[in-house]
Structures are given as structure tokens and as C-alpha cells.
């Protein structure tokens, strides 16, 4: 069996004295696309950023291709382990400036070539390299914080909800930049969505959170079909809200 | 010691107390319900300053360096103590202004005595000192305030920026220099109107002593360049200690919302 992308063992943490995450256990193989589903509070994002650290998880509990993720160097880990937020929080300035900022944290200065490489990654034509941040709309600001995550070359993608604030169109084509950005380069994505039609389109795997703890995992069509019956299903018609 | 009160002086604070009473007249027929306020708030001046002029009498007569030393440490725990206060929302915020305005406090005042503008006597030092650490706690609970205020603000910026592999301290960079501004603003805006609004405290205290507005002006000048010697210390200080308070050794924000 090939070594897992991520493995999480019985992971639990708390935040001020309550429980958020309770002995989760999670696999994700090289190259898969695995969705977190839950309600909100269910401890989806807490999830998400113990896997680049963001918040620390307890040592042993996660692996990256078999090492303890607490015993890599933070900030080489969140280069390997790229994540898009909900809101792209884009720097001031221009799109380029914000495309360069990771590899300039790392020494390296990014050359237009490889600007416009980035650009096209995340479906945005070469001449949006000189726009100020500030006139894009949310779609494409959401497309730059792909391709500002990608300039560091992961191996990995968290995505924390990216298409939620974005309208039906802008959110397809954001699915579809980091679909073919899975083909393209082999990434492994891990993505907390709530949107089922996401999930159906995208996820290899899903993982149902409820209350911190994994309540369903498996294959989405297997979960969400017409005759399930499991949690997800149930999540999904709006009755574990 | 009371025999020595000039009493010609106190008749002229009891004369000047008619403007405390007219402002309390004033309150109470424009129902401000400020009178007892603007009354006890007379009466702590009164006692408060009475008490530090004898206090200040005893140490300019013994004039020795521990008990100046000792004076300077009270007034600088007093300071870190009420802008501590003022940080509400920056962990550790006592500690912080502490260490914030006795770093300025101390390099600034240790400057002017190595470059012997002033002498390290009490009857120089203390009033130099007052200026120094009352200036320095305004610059600390200034920058404290505004660091905490950019990095709540900014708190998706700063996480977008540490998730590409920034420290804490690349993350919040462009914020931090905002707040440093506005903790040195105020002294930089004052020193370039200085004299032509007001005449600051100093020099129309020099003037109303006798001395002559040339001298006034001299003491005046190095005041200013001294607060703004103080202020930047002081806010370096402050924006150094207190962004770090907002992240852990493995470089992760800490805020209570997350």
C-alpha cells in the first residue's frame, strides 16, 4: 500500500475547555480530492488548519507522506500544504505583487514568464498581472488566491469553503480551476464545502463531521445517492442542521 | 515642613479657585451634572500636587542617585500600570507597557545625560523624567491600541500571509508601520506647531517663574526633541513587544475569534 498523503490518528483538541475535534482519524491518498461536510461549528476548518498548522495540532496525531507534521518546520510545511480561504484576503497592490509574495517569503523572485504561468494555472488571462487587486471581483480575486497558493508549488491544497461567497458562475469556474489543476499537476485537495453539487462533481471521498467527531465517510455518489440512508445523506437533506 | 508653604501662593490658588466654583455654577444650571466631579476632581489636584511638591522638596534636598532612581521606577510603574490598563485586548498588556516605556524612558533619558544636556540631579532629572515617561505612556497605549485593532483587522491578510509560509512578524509588517505612525504623530504634528498655537507647558512655566523667554525657549527646544526621541523609542518598543503577544513560537495568530 502506497504511504497516504495525510493520515490523521485520533486526533482531538479543545479550544478554552471545549472539545472541538474528538478523535478523528482521516486517510487522504496522493492525488485524491476528499470534501469535509458538516454543519457549521461541526470542527471542518478546525480540522482544516491543523493540517498546515495554523492551529497546533498534539504531536503524533498527523502524518504527511508518514512524518509527524509537528516535527516539520512550519513554514516549509504551509509552503508544501498551499490553503485558499473563503475570502481571498488579497495583499494590497497588484495581482503580480500578490502572485510573488510566497516565493519572495523563500528568496526566489518570480519572473513574468512565470507570472503569466501561474495566471493561466488558475484561468486568469496574462494581462491581469499589472490590475490592482482592489477592481477585481470576487471570482477573480478568489482565482488569484489560488494562483498566490500555487506559486510555492504544494504538493497539497486546503480549500476552507473558497466558492462560498462567490455567485453560481464564479463558483463553477473556481471548481473547475482546481479540478484541472488536480489533473494537471497531481495535487491533493482537501475541501470543507457545503455546497452537495460540489461534492458530487468533485470529491473522491467525503467525510461527514458532526460535533467534532467523523460521523460518515465514503464515496459520494455511495452517501448521497436516492436509496442512502447514511448521515450524509440525511446532512444533505437539511436534517442535521 | 508646612511653615515653609509660601502662603502668598496659597492665597493665589484659593483666588483661582473662584474659576472652579463659576464652572461648577455653570454645570449645575446647564444640568451637566458635572459639580461633584469638578469638584472632587479640584480637591485631588490640590492634595495630589501638594503632595508630590513636598515629596519633590524632601528628594531635591537629599539629591542622591538611589533615591532618584527610585523615584523614576514609581513613576514608570505607575505609567506601565495605567497604559497597561489601556491595552485591553493584548495579552500581557501590563507587562508590555512596562517594558515599553521604561526601554524609551531609560534610553532617553540616559542619552541626554551622557551627551550632558542635563545633570543626573533630582532638581534636573525628576521634572525631564515626568515629560519623558508621561509622554512615553501616551505613545505606548497608542500603539498598543492600534497594533491590537490592525491585527484583529487584518486577521485574514495576516493568516492568508502566514499560510504562504510569512513568520508572524513578515505577516503583520505593513500593519505594524501604521501603528507606529499613529503612536508618533501626535508628538511629530505638536513639535512642528510648537509656539505657534501654544506655548507648551515648560516654557510658560520658565516664563512665569522670571526666567527670560529666550532661556524659556532654549529648554523648550530640547524638550521637544527629547519627546520625540522618547516617542520613537517608546513606539519601537510597543510594536515590537506587542505584536508578539498575537503569535505563538510556531508562528500561528492568536486571536480570540479563531
Known amino acids: 500500500m502506497t504511504t497516504p498523503r495525510f493520515q490523521v490518528q485520533n486526533l482531538s483538541l479543545e479550544r478554552n475547555g471545549r472539545p472541538v475535534l474528538r478523535n478523528v482519524n482521516m486517510m487522504v491518498a496522493v492525488g485524491e480530492i476528499v470534501c469535509l461536510l458538516g454543519p457549521s461549528g461541526s470542527g471542518k476548518s478546525s480540522l482544516l488548519r491543523c493540517l498546515n498548522r495554523l492551529t497546533e495540532p498534539p504531536p503524533q496525531t498527523i502524518f504527511l507522506n508518514a512524518q509527524d507534521i509537528t516535527t516539520i518546520d512550519v513554514l516549509a510545511l504551509r509552503r508544501r500544504v498551499g490553503m485558499v480561504f473563503q475570502k481571498p484576503a488579497l495583499f494590497p497592490g497588484t495581482v503580480a505583487d500578490n502572485i510573488a509574495y510566497g516565493p519572495q517569503l523563500d528568496g526566489r523572485t518570480l519572473t513574468s514568464d512565470e507570472i503569466i504561468e501561474l495566471l493561466t494555472l488558475a484561468d486568469l488571462p496574462p494581462d491581469y498581472a499589472q490590475r490592482l487587486t482592489s477592481e477585481l471581483s470576487g471570482g477573480e480575486a478568489q482565482r488569484v488566491s489560488i494562483a498566490r497558493t500555487l506559486s510555492n508549488h504544494p504538493d497539497s491544497l486546503l480549500l476552507d469553503e473558497p466558492t462560498s461567497a462567490l455567485d453560481p458562475a464564479a463558483r463553477r469556474h473556481v471548481r473547475e480551476t482546481i479540478e484541472k489543476l488536480r489533473q494537471e499537476l497531481g495535487l491533493t485537495v482537501i475541501w470543507v464545502t457545503h455546497y452537495m453539487e460540489e461534492v458530487l462533481e468533485v470529491a473522491d471521498r467525503v467525510y461527514l463531521l458532526l460535533d467534532g467527531r467523523i460521523a460518515d465517510e465514503g464515496d459520494p455518489e455511495h452517501l448521497l445517492g436516492p436509496e442512502s440512508h447514511h448521515k450524509t445523506a440525511e446532512f444533505a437533506a437539511g436534517h442535521l442542521e | ?258
Open chain 2, 1 to 258: 515642613m508646612l511653615e515653609n508653604f509660601p502662603l502668598d501662593q496659597l492665597s493665589r490658588i484659593v483666588a483661582a479657585l473662584a474659576l472652579v466654583f463659576l464652572a461648577a455654577i455653570i454645570s449645575r444650571w446647564q444640568k451637566l451634572d458635572l459639580e461633584k466631579d469638578i469638584l472632587t476632581a479640584s480637591v485631588r489636584a490640590f492634595i495630589q500636587l501638594i503632595a508630590i511638591g513636598y515629596a519633590l522638596t524632601l528628594i531635591f534636598a537629599i539629591d542622591n542617585p538611589p533615591a532618584i532612581l527610585f523615584l523614576l521606577t514609581v513613576m514608570t510603574l505607575i505609567a506601565g500600570y495605567t497604559s497597561g490598563k489601556r491595552g485591553r485586548g493584548v495579552p500581557h498588556s501590563g507587562r508590555v507597557a512596562l517594558m515599553s516605556i521604561s526601554f524609551g524612558a531609560a534610553l532617553t533619558l540616559g542619552l541626554l545625560v551622557a551627551l550632558g544636556v542635563f545633570k543626573f540631579s533630582a532638581q534636573q532629572i525628576i521634572p525631564i523624567a515626568g515629560m519623558v515617561i508621561g509622554n512615553s505612556m501616551n505613545v505606548c497605549s497608542l500603539v498598543m491600541g492600534r497594533v491590537r485593532d490592525e491585527v484583529n483587522g487584518r486577521a485574514p491578510e495576516i493568516e492568508a500571509a502566514l499560510a504562504l509560509g510569512a513568520t508572524g512578524r513578515q505577516a503583520s509588517h505593513p500593519y505594524l508601520r501604521a501603528a507606529l505612525h499613529a503612536g508618533m504623530t501626535p508628538i511629530v504634528d505638536s513639535t512642528k506647531t510648537v509656539g505657534l498655537i501654544q506655548l507648551p507647558g515648560a516654557m510658560t512655566g520658565m516664563i512665569l517663574a522670571g526666567a527670560s523667554p529666550l532661556e524659556a525657549v532654549q529648554l523648550q527646544i530640547i524638550v521637544m526633541y527629547m519627546l520625540i526621541g522618547a516617542a520613537a523609542f517608546t513606539g519601537l518598543a510597543a510594536v515590537w513587544l506587542t505584536y508578539r503577544q498575537f503569535f505563538t513560537a510556531n508562528q500561528q495568530l492568536v486571536l480570540p475569534s479563531l
